[in-house]
């Protein structure tokens, strides 16, 4: 996808996203998913993004350009792949949350050591573990084949398809940013990591804004 796919607002990215394809290239072989789930975290002022501590060492790519890879570790245990949004100095990010596997399930099942299809990138720790991605794959040209990780343009998926809601995990982050529907899934997806309780269906006559 060119640069200026990403180098826009970060809720219509975050939709934008969905129906495209994760790639990524591992050890020769290629290894791809559909995108079915996607959260936005936008700015200083989200609460719930890594942006609030301001510019760090570990948030300096999200205020960097866009298009390029931002992959964190948590809860001691797991990966995450964001995708870095918006103009250069404006932190802000879309965490990919689960794909349709397509390309390489057989180097997936053996990384996850599980069998079920629909299970294996049905999360943003599951897919970062099935397709490899780690610290070395923080702040990758997702516009450059060369990075061995992109991602391909797809259908658009129809507003009466998409569904938002809260995101997931936030803990005790305070409101509005707890229930604020930043989280976008394809409905009906058996891929997505989980349905959100408070879904709402896209409405086409509504622009896309923060909040």
Not at 60 to 77: K, Q
Not at 150 to 167: K, N, Q, S, Y
């Amino acid at each position: 996808m060119p640069r200026s796919f990403f180098s826009r607002d970060t809720c219509s990215v975050a939709q934008a996203l969905l129906g495209c394809k994760l790639v990524r290239v591992l050890d020769g072989a290629r290894l791809s998913g559909i995108i079915v789930e996607t959260e936005a975290y936008i700015g200083e002022e989200d609460l719930a993004c890594h942006a609030r501590a301001g510019r760090t060492p570990r948030t300096e790519v999200m205020y960097g350009i866009a298009g390029y890879s931002y992959v964190y570790f948590t809860y001691g245990m797991h990966w995450l792949l964001n995708v870095i949004t918006e103009g250069e100095g404006f932190p802000a990010a879309v965490l990919i949350r689960a794909l349709e596997p397509k390309e390489g399930l057989d180097v997936m099942r053996e990384r996850r050591g599980f069998q079920a299809g629909n299970l294996l990138c049905s999360g943003p720790a599951r897919l970062t573990q099935a397709l490899g991605i780690a610290a070395e794959e923080n702040a990758l040209d997702l516009c450059s084949k060369s990075s061995g990780l992109w991602i391909e343009g797809g259908p658009a998926i129809p507003d009466d398809l998409v569904f938002r809601g809260p995101r997931v995990g936030l803990g005790r982050t305070p409101e509005p940013w707890h229930s604020i529907p930043w989280r976008y899934l394809i409905q009906g997806s058996p891929f997505v990591s989980k349905i959100p309780s408070q879904a709402k269906k896209i409405d086409a006559s509504h622009h896309l804004t923060r909040g």
